[in-house]
């Protein structure tokens, strides 16, 4: 009888940590999120992100793909030369400074909770906060013009930009084969 007891403590004690496994952390969610994007792996961090972050990620997705030399793990998520300060939590939204070891330069990534677990907002509007604190932070006044560049940018239609770069991609694609003929003649 002890030891059923005991295997059933083990089996939901495991059941139970699996399920929680970074989710209730905003923390460890945006560390998970530092690693996928070091090493490119699109897949992993579209786990860890909102659902607003799914055109950011699809562009950069589409960046690696037309720079296939760029597949090496991506430095600027390096958490080795990154510091993480402690979430600042307000209802379903929290905040953490990462400050660059090397450059004391930080930036406020936001998390917002999303089906009960903390993503990573790597959408357009956040990333546009982003820099715009880094303005503010470098004295620079945000005048009218950008503010209306910034609400174009926020109006952009996601999925024509991306279809316009397949299809610019095609057209290099053509333009290769045929320098290559070229050169084969």
């Not at 940590?17 to 905003?26: A, I």
């Not at 936001?110 to 546009?128: I, P, R, Y």
Request: hydrophobic share 40%.
């Amino acid at each position: 009888m002890k030891k059923i007891l005991l295997s059933l403590l083990v089996l939901s004690s495991a059941v139970f940590f699996s399920c929680n496994s970074g989710g209730d952390d905003p923390k460890a969610v945006l560390s998970q999120f530092f690693d996928a994007m070091s090493k490119k792996d699109v897949a992993a961090a579209r786990k860890l992100t909102t659902a607003e972050s799914k055109s950011m990620l699809d562009m950069m997705e589409m960046g690696m793909k037309m720079s296939p030399s760029e597949a090496k793990a991506d430095e600027k998520y390096d958490k080795s030369k990154m510091e993480f300060g402690e979430p600042k939590i307000e209802g379903d939204k929290a905040t953490i400074a990462v400050k660059e070891k090397s450059s004391g330069e930080a930036m406020n990534f936001t998390l917002k909770k999303e089906g009960g677990s903390w993503k990573v907002a790597f959408d357009k509007n956040s990333m546009m906060n982003m820099g715009m604190e880094k303005m503010k932070e470098g004295g620079i006044n945000a005048s009218d013009s950008i503010g209306k560049a910034m609400d174009e940018l926020k109006n952009m239609n996601m999925d024509s930009l991306k279809q316009g770069m397949e299809e610019g991609m095609k057209a290099l694609d053509s333009a290769t084969n045929e320098l290559k003929k070229l050169e084969n003649k």
